[in-house]
């Protein structure tokens, strides 16, 4: 679908968060009610990633303007896994803009698994979105760069801007991924097949592999989504990342897409743009307000965490963060 958008000044609408004390207060009041949470179980499909302690468990929360509130398990390393797809999306995008992208990967949700092959079938060998590992396939192979070295540099400067630290690879969680990623390597042949992906499909699947595999905390994706959040400018760092247009862009993706084929139930029941990964964080994102972050390995059968998604879903209501949630406004005259 193109809509014939009048190039207008875009306005905003955002809100405030409620005191630092009181986000302070219910913070620690979610990730107590969920500490003892114990349903769900841990990825093994990796085996790098089976042995993950299920009791781990942090929140974060980073204000737009960079307040900082944290409770837990929040500077625990662990690998970053597919939230990587939102953030090189979001490098794509600054590169070659907002039709260019739409039109090579797409903003549709499939339905389907994340890992899905019938996904590209059905759809004529376009991948659909960017949050499914086709599409992320799709969007690695775009990234800027004559190289792949250069293409992998250019990811993993850009994912440490967003942090506003240096991400290194966990070589061993590499080294597992790589040694079981067929799944993958058949997805960027299949796309290698329909003119979706035009170099080396298996040194695209090397480099998605290596970005899954950054080392990341909680703390560290909350500092990302707000980044997200304010605009583009890190809030810790004070750096332009990416510009406006593409936090939006990139926003609206992960509130269609970021929670696989969960993302409708989760837009219906919390209201925020959110992506998660197989190794138990997750980060939602609350434009002009901030991001929160949770790190719980146990996940539920689409992939997401288990005790991540019911902290989000509470400080979704008590910080005031639905999207959709408004108030009745009395008319002035």
Known sequence: ???????????????????????DELVTAAYTRYRNHTAGAVADYIPALADADPNLFGVC????????HAVGDTDTLFSIQSISKAFVYAL?????GHEAVHKRVGVNNTGLPFNSVMAIELNH???????????????TALTPGCT????????????????????VVDDEVYRSESETNMRNKALARLLQSY??????????VDIYTRQCSLLVTARDLAVMGA?????????????????????RDTLAVLASTGMYEGSGDWLFEIGLPAKSGVSGGIVAVAPGKGAVATFSPPLDSAGNSERGQRVIARLSR???LNLFASSVQVATR
């Open 125 to 139: 060998g376009h991948p659909m979105n960017p949050m499914v590992n086709a599409g992320a396939l799709a969007t």
């Open 227 to 247: 980044t997200l959040a304010d605009a583009g400018v890190n809030p810790l760092t004070g750096e332009r990342v990416v510009s406006a247009r593409v936090c």
């Open 148 to 167: 792949f070295d250069e293409k992998w540099e250019g990811i993993r400067a850009t994912l440490s801007d967003f942090a506003g630290r240096e991400l």
């Open 318 to 320: 008590a910080l005031g």
């Open 92 to 96: 794509v995008c600054e590169a070659f």
């Open 1 to 23: 679908m193109h809509l014939d958008i009048p190039d207008i000044k875009q306005e905003v609408s955002t809100g405030s968060l409620p005191s630092r004390g009181r986000v």
């Open 61 to 68: 929360v980073v204000e737009s303007a960079g307040a900082t």
């Open 195 to 204: 003119g979706r992906i035009d170099i080396d499909p298996l040194g695209v």
